[in-house]
């Protein structure tokens, strides 16, 4: 179970960029986080596994205090939680396979890993990654030579090589077309489902979230503005989903259609 | 009636109406460059005659000593005070109106014709009078080769002016060249009271046992045994044996001092000396040395972009903003190190070699200190540029898994650094190996310090040899970093 109280979140230049989000979510939840681009998303997810640290506030996770966490003690946290990105952000020069084995960073030797050293186990089981998003042809090619799409294919086989307990997706089909959304949340539904990890992600289009959130979190300015299930969700008409995304973009929509809204 | 302030205003003072009009920086423009064109063309006016004082003097000597330039700088000057004063009404902001700037730079154009002494006609006049060393520099391979050789030398005394000595028989040696002069006495030509040659004895010279035809030249040496070769009708005297190796000629006895202290019998040689080819070509000096100087230079080039790249990393992320910015004093430390760098950078490798030659001496470690110094600079900001450019992304990723910050280095930092890394470091081995055949020019050792001596002492075609080979080595050196950097990126 994961419980995030007043948690606040203010940058070097004076940005807010969370104020005083707190909510509670049980494992095996599929969390979906709306709202438009600068409203707290990616912020809230880095805050999880404290690659931003928060200002103020706490995160327990488990029983454990992921703020005060140190050191080793926040490597193991890290390492238990995998991390999809809206760019991939997969090391480009190195082979799909390294890109999937660095997801094994956090429990090897630090020595051995210098040199791109890694145990028999960890290569079966990055291949049995790989074989899950169904690239092994593409192991030995150079990350940059691959697709979008088959990009963030590694990046899920890379979070699944972390065996988490928890996933963060950070707009993970933002940069991809919307058929490849469906395949690529479909991994994640699918690591949610069949393992019960929890997974916290941000998204876009109104039909993705009602297609895979069980629950549901609205952001503006850096504050929860919708709490809901999927039920609710999927009961939620465009004009409501609107409102979450706020007047302003609204009103630019009544023009022409407004990205950051994706309806 | 409102136009007629800023003409005015123009008139007398060119830029004046556009101030009026509120085109300041236009005017101001206007102003500076009017007002740099008038102060050239007083100086160099004054140049043009500069013995000379008064207006009219001066004016009328530059007048006569260059009209065509008088005359342009004249006409065309007037042409822009009054096109200032029309633009002066005319311009808006509205419409561009580029027309007196290009008058300005055509005046430009002309002063800088001027002073920088452009001369088409000497270009042209001297073409065929430069054409003789450049085609040595073009094609030297003449030089570039030699052979072994070996002297085949006989030769026969002659008394002077006393037929009554005799002189020891000669003996004829089998396989040894053979000389011998009919008759075995003469008088020297001498000069008399009116400074006219009067023709010495004609004899006659007989040899064999030399290699047939091949020109034997022919040496005269005098009772000190000075030796020179006679010339008959303004040419060197020279033989060609025949296909026995035998040959027969008659000369006149060379004209020849003898010093009023000499003593006793005096006697003199003639000498047939034929030089021949031993075996087959061997490299001669010019390109020995130059193979080697230019061995010296590409590790020059070498030494340089190692100490270089050793000296450059630890300087790079000092100058590096992302890594730099995080409190005021690492931000104080980034920019004094960009400070120095762009400083050191700004000043050529030839004026560090000069330095370095003052403090190490002449040769090539003064050569690798200057490059290295420049080296330091140039790789440093290219590192640092490098660094700066990193994708925050991968490292974001990598710390998600919980990897440590020596593994986050490796794993997401590394990886992003070495192309550019590798492609910097090649281009200014690159640059360091072009930069060493120029900088022994001012002694900093490799092959510009042999370049700049072949052509002090006018060796054009050693010099040529140089030229081809920093040609070539400069060519595949671009060629192969090129290749390289292709590869890595």
């Given at each position: 179970?994961?419980e995030?109280k007043?948690?606040s979140?203010?940058y ?11 909510f ?7 969390l ?17 596994n ?27 946290i ?9 760019h991939?952000?997969?090391?480009k ?18 020595w051995k ?14 291949f049995?990654?790989?074989k899950?998003?169904?690239?092994t ?30 996933v963060?997706?950070?707009?993970p089909?933002?940069s ?5 959304a ?22 876009h ?5 009602q ?25 939620m008409?465009?004009?409501e ?23 | ?6 003409i ?8 004046a109406g ?7 920086q ?16 007083i100086?160099?006016?004054s140049?043009l ?5 008064g ?5 009328k ?9 008088i ?6 000057t007037?042409l ?23 008058l ?27 054409w ?10 003449k ?22 000595y005799?002189?020891?028989?000669l003996?004829?040696?089998e396989?040894?060249p053979?000389?011998e ?28 046992g030399?290699?047939?035809?091949e ?5 005269w ?8 070769r ?18 027969e ?37 010019p ?14 080039g ?20 992302n ?46 200190l ?7 600079a140039?790789?440093?900001k ?32 590394i990886p ?27 002694g900093g050792?490799?092959i ?19 030229v ?17 950097r292709?590869?890595?990126?």
């Open positions: 179970m994961l995030i007043n948690l979140k203010t070097g230049d004076g940005t807010k960029a969370l104020k005083n989000v707190s509670n979510l049980e494992d095996g939840e599929f979906v986080i709306i709202g438009l681009s600068g409203s707290g998303k990616s912020t809230l997810l880095r805050c999880i404290r690659l931003v640290e928060p200002t103020s506030g706490s995160i327990t996770w488990n029983g454990a205090d992921i703020c005060a966490a140190k050191g080793a003690d926040l490597r193991k890290r390492s238990q939680i995998g991390m999809v990105f809206q991939f952000n997969l090391v020069r190195l082979s799909v396979l390294n890109n999937v084995l660095s997801g094994r960073l956090g429990r090897v030797n630090t890993s210098l040199y791109y050293k890694f145990s028999k186990k960890d290569y079966e089981d990055a049995s990654a790989l899950k998003v169904g690239i042809q593409q192991a030995y090619k150079r990350a940059d030579e691959l697709s979008g799409g088959q990009q963030q294919r590694v990046g899920i086989a890379r979070a699944i090589m972390q065996e988490p307990l928890m963060l997706a950070d707009e089909v933002a991809l077309d919307p058929v490849l469906h395949t690529i949340l479909g991994y994640i539904e699918r690591m949610n489902q069949e393992q019960n990890i929890t997974v916290i992600c941000s998204l289009y109104l039909d993705l979230v297609r895979y959130a069980t629950r549901v979190i609205g952001l503006k300015d850096g504050e929860i503005v919708y709490r809901g299930t999927g039920e609710d969700i999927r009961q008409t465009d004009r989903f609107k409102e979450i995304y706020g007047e302003e973009a609204e009103r630019v929509n009544a023009g022409k259609p407004v990205k950051g809204a994706g309806l | 009636m409102k136009n007629i302030a800023p005015i205003l123009s008139l007398i003072f060119p830029g556009h101030l009026y009009r509120k085109h300041i236009r005017g101001l423009l206007i102003i500076l460059s009017f007002t740099s064109i008038i102060g050239l063309s100086s160099r006016i140049l005659a500069h013995r000379y004082e207006f009219f003097p001066v004016l000597k530059a007048f006569s000593n260059n009209p065509g330039f005359i342009f700088l004249f006409l065309f007037v822009l005070w009054i096109w200032i004063a029309i633009d002066s009404v005319k311009y808006s902001t509205l419409k561009k109106r580029p027309g007196v700037f290009v300005i730079l055509v005046i430009f154009f002309g002063l800088g014709w001027q002073i920088s002494e452009i001369d088409v006609v000497k270009a042209a006049v001297q073409m065929p009078d430069a003789k060393p450049l085609s040595k520099v073009l094609w030297p391979w030089a570039a080769i030699t052979y072994k050789t070996e002297e085949l030398t006989g030769g026969a005394d002659l008394v002077i002016d006393d037929p009554d005799v002189l020891p028989a003996n004829r040696t396989g040894k053979f000389v002069t009919d008759p075995r006495w003469g008088s020297l030509s001498t000069l008399d009271k009116n400074n006219e040659i009067v023709k010495g004895t004609s004899i006659t010279v007989r040899g064999s030399f290699t047939p035809g020109v034997g030249e022919v040496w040496l005098d009772s000190i045994s000075n030796e020179f006679p010339r008959e009708g303004g040419q060197y005297l020279s033989v060609t044996p025949d296909s026995e190796g035998k040959f000629f008659t000369m006149t006895l060379p004209y020849r001092l003898i010093p009023p202290s000499a003593q006793g019998v005096q006697i003199n040689r003639v000498e047939i000396r034929q030089v021949r080819r031993v075996g087959g070509p061997i490299p001669a000096d390109l020995k040395l130059t193979i080697a100087r230019m061995v010296e230079t590409i590790f020059m070498m030494m340089a972009t190692i100490f270089g790249i050793i000296l450059s990393i630890p300087v790079s992320f000092l100058a590096a903003r890594i730099m910015s995080g409190s005021w004093i690492t931000v104080a430390v980034y920019y004094f190190v960009r400070t120095v760098l762009n400083i050191i950078r700004s000043i050529e490798p030839l004026i560090w070699a000069l330095i370095a030659v003052v403090w190490v001496g002449l040769g090539p470690f003064a050569g690798i200057a490059l290295t110094i420049h080296s330091v140039a790789l440093g290219l590192y640092s540029e490098g660094i700066e450019s990193i994708d925050p992304g991968p490292i974001e990723a990598i710390k998600a898994t919980g990897a440590d910050s020596i593994q986050t280095i490796m794993f997401a930092i992003q650094m070495i192309p550019p890394f590798v492609s910097f470091s090649i281009y200014r081995w690159d640059i360091n190996v072009r930069m060493s055949t120029i900088i022994g020019l001012v050792g490799g510009g310090f042999l370049l700049v001596q072949y052509i002090r002492l006018l060796d054009y075609q050693a010099a040529g040899i140089a081809w080979f920093i040609a070539v080595t400069v060519a595949i050196l671009d060629y192969v970093s090129a290749e390289i292709r590869k890595f990126i």
